[in-house]
Antibody, heavy 119, light 110 residues
Framework: EVQLVESGGALVQPGGSLRLSCAIS????????MSWVRQAPGKGLEWVSY????????FYADSVKGRFTSSRDNAKNSLYLQMNSLRAEDTAVYYC????????????WGQGTLVTVSS | QSALTQPASVSGSPGQSISISCTGT?????????VSWYQHHPGKAPKLIIY???ERPSGVSIRFSGSKSGNTASLTISGLQAEDEADYYC??????????FGGGTKLTVL
């Protein structure tokens, strides 16, 4: 069974940092591209970042570029999102998702972890 | 790029059919056959129900179907059931490496 389990969400002050993790099981993690997608309260989904299966290619939405860093450890079947210089508008539920880059869709998602940026 | 436009809400009675529209531009929906749809029950993981405009993943009910005309994609759910009540999101390729989501539609089964 494919499982993606996010963790690391918390309440953090503006300007602070947080690291999210996504633990993967049920498929060969090193073979798949991954993404982070977020949903702000009362809003729709927003794609945040993409990382290739090897981690050699990474790109970000303009809204987080320069502040967020995505990485992966294929030996640990884990995906990460380092979030720095957090802003109130980064408040959202963050989902990790398996991504078919050649076909532009996300076939498996986690249940999400809540990040709240507030003083 | 701007989010794709979806109606905020739709509703239907059990057994009926409903459609949810997803309107983009010639830079996203209109240019690519890479539209996907997701069903999201709040608090749970979103679920892929349609990809590449019309394709259904294994295990997804045949009651779900997708289509596209010009800059607008649509999701149709036939034979509405109570468990279909959820939020639905469309997503489209929007460039070489970008995707854009819709704002989401809340489906209420009356």
């Amino acid at each position: 069974e494919v499982q993606l389990v996010e963790s690391g969400g918390a309440l953090v002050q503006p300007g602070g940092s947080l690291r999210l993790s996504c633990a993967i099981s049920g498929f060969t993690f090193s073979s798949y591209e991954m993404s982070w997608v977020r949903q702000a309260p009362g809003k729709g989904l927003e794609w945040v970042s993409y990382i290739s299966n090897t981690g050699s290619i990474i790109f970000y939405a303009d809204s987080v570029k320069g502040r967020f860093t995505s990485s992966r450890d294929n030996a640990k079947n884990s995906l990460y999102l380092q979030m720095n210089s957090l802003r109130a508008e980064d408040t959202a539920v963050y989902y990790c998702a398996r991504y078919y880059g050649g076909w532009y869709y996300f076939d498996y998602w986690g249940q999400g972890t809540l990040v709240t940026v507030s003083s | 790029q701007s989010a794709l436009t979806q109606p905020a809400s739709v509703s239907g009675s059990p057994g009926q059919s409903i459609s949810i529209s997803c309107t983009g531009t010639s830079s996203d929906v209109g240019s690519y056959n890479f539209v996907s749809w997701y069903q999201h029950h709040p608090g749970k993981a979103p679920k892929l129900i349609i990809y590449e405009v019309t394709e259904r993943p294994s295990g997804v009910s045949i009651r779900f179907s997708g289509s596209k005309s010009g800059n607008t994609a649509s999701l149709t759910i036939s034979g509405l059931q109570a468990e279909d009540e959820a939020d639905y999101y469309c997503c489209s390729r929007a460039g070489t490496r970008d995707v854009v989501f819709g704002g989401g539609t809340k489906l209420t089964v009356l």
